[in-house]
């Protein structure tokens, strides 16, 4: 997650952390003040969701709850871990090329000599029988060195195989470390590092880039009646039409829950907007059917909220825009999407 906050609003947040921590029994350890120092910062709304509820529920902030938040919203030990150990693999591998192609260099130096002595015996030689003797040298001086280059072929053959299965498991585990599990597209550890690389990109450039957030209306109480796996399926569709509904250098991710985002890079605020319709559209002309019962669900909405990047702000503001704007599209109604223009005008009213 980004914070990118000042030291006064640091500070801020530090303190109100620390009091919110005292309040709740929170043992003050730095994986738990990561936890409340977002929760206060107010920037992160799915991290709040989840403490809000978990404040709700009244079940205290135990050891076990926060490990739960902290491995949600911040770990990524276990694809550090694979990363590290394959990194370390192809690395062992890689050493162990070295050296074979060090002792390749030692046998060459060999051969070398050998045949410099050989030849030097035969210009020195007044016989036959000297000659013969020095050819035979070199010919068991060249079948060693053929002997020792096939080995050396072998174990370079056999090592790069071995290299090209890491690094293709390498990238395995990079990539499922940037999927969400449940719907297949980007998680949020992508989000955040597309959603950087895209704002470095825009700041140097000067090229537009919109974020659009967006969740599903009413996705509580549609669980709730239907239950979790139908919630998961519906999770699953509107991933889907997402990403249909997106192209190019576009990203697709879920934020958290319900909850989705979109990174728009090179694309301006009307745009982005036209994108954010697509999908909102075409989410809403979907029906949803039990494929057990073939009993009717009705229809799932979205609301979704726009905000353009300003050249040089924290990306915490840029979403804060964007979540904003999507709070604003729940309360016009749902089912609707609202760009920060529109809610500027409304502040100036």
Known sequence: MEFGDGLDQANVFARRALELMQAHAVPPTPKNFTIWYAYAGEKFPDLRKAVDEAIERNDGFTPAVNAALFERFFSDSDEGLAVQETGRRIEDRLSGLLKMLGVASEEVD?????LKNGLGAMAGSDGLNGIKAAVQQLVLETQKMQSSNRVLQEQLETSSSEIASLRQNLEEVQREAMTDALTGIANR?????????????????????????????????????????TGDQVLKLVARIMQDNVKGRDLAARYGGEEFGVILPQTDIGDAETVCEQIRTSVAGKRIRSRQTGEEMGAITLSLGIAQFRQGEPLSELIHRADECLYHAKRSGRNVTIAEAALDAVAAD
């Open 110 to 114: 060999g051969f070398e000599a050998s």
């Open 189 to 229: 550890k992508m989000f955040d590092a597309v959603l950087r690389r895209a704002a470095l990109e825009a700041d140097e450039t000067g090229q537009p880039l919109c974020l659009a957030l967006t969740d599903i209306d009413h996705f509580k109480q549609f669980n709730d009646t239907y239950g979790h796996q």
